[in-house]
């Protein structure tokens, strides 16, 4: 079951509302380093009784907190005094200023009634850089290569006009994740092709795109030519040729 939940994590963007997926007591949150990120308590937190959060990774181990339900405030471990800020009415923290170091598991234990424990495993990731893209001709095709240079857990997309792309006999698209890279063929280029296409880079935090302009190809080239050269024989009585790949404006 606790697999299952991890598999099926709670993705939190920062300072993001809680939304629970695991029926057990047992889930994972993600924070981008130098952010901000809330580790859920209980929702049905106990009226009397005390609390305590621990820290915990295969490095060290640490106290957080204690608190005593009802009492005007928590004792927060000097190490993380102003670094974590403490909600009493569901038990949840607020750890700021992710680094690294942070990653583990999180424990809270509720001393009530009945005893409740829950433990959160927090991973942190690294904040993403702007995807460039560089483009390519193959025979009749284009390739457009989309990479960044740091980032765990991506997903790739390829946009245009705002729709998602996908693998079908127009386009082709390969993910290699060793280099971080997601590749885009347009296969038998033809005029309706040329313009704008979006690369879209995301992890469960955080997310990037960069915009590319396909104007290579000879098709593509000479679609751009004929944008800027009809307005310019247009001033003057000319006449407008295409002879082979050129297109001409004469008087």
């Not at 063929?185 to 469960?204: A, E, F, M």
């Not at 997310?207 to 104007?215: G, H």
């Amino acid at each position: 079951m606790a697999e299952e939940c991890y598999k099926r994590g709670i993705r939190l963007f920062v300072l993001s509302a809680l939304t629970a997926l695991c029926k057990a007591d047992e889930f994972l949150v993600y924070g981008e380093r130098q952010s901000s990120v809330i580790v859920p308590g209980f929702s049905d937190l106990e009226t009397s009784g005390r609390l305590n959060w621990q820290f915990s990774s295969r490095k060290t181990s640490a106290a957080i907190l204690d608190y005593v339900i009802g009492s005007a405030e928590a004792n927060i471990s000097p190490m993380y005094k102003n670094r974590v800020q403490f909600f009493p009415s569901n038990a949840s923290v607020l750890i700021k200023v992710l680094q690294y170091s942070d990653e583990g598991n999180y424990t809270l234990t509720v001393q009530g009634a009945v005893t409740k424990t829950r433990t959160i495993l927090l991973q942190v990731l690294g904040p993403l850089s702007d995807p460039l893209i560089f483009s390519y001709e193959r025979n009749s095709s284009v390739v457009l290569r989309c990479s960044t240079v740091s980032g765990s857990l991506l997903t790739f997309s390829w946009e245009r006009g705002g729709s998602t792309l996908h693998n079908d006999t127009k386009y082709n698209l390969m993910e290699d994740y060793s280099a971080l890279t997601f590749t885009l063929t347009i296969r038998n280029l033809q005029k309706s092709d040329c313009g704008s296409y979006k690369c879209r880079v995301s992890n469960p935090v955080s997310v990037k795109e960069s915009s590319y302009d396909l104007s290579s190809g000879d098709v593509c080239r000479q679609e751009v030519y004929l944008q800027w050269l009809v307005p310019v024989c247009a001033l003057v009585p000319c006449g407008l040729f295409l002879i082979g790949s050129g297109i001409f404006c004469e008087c």
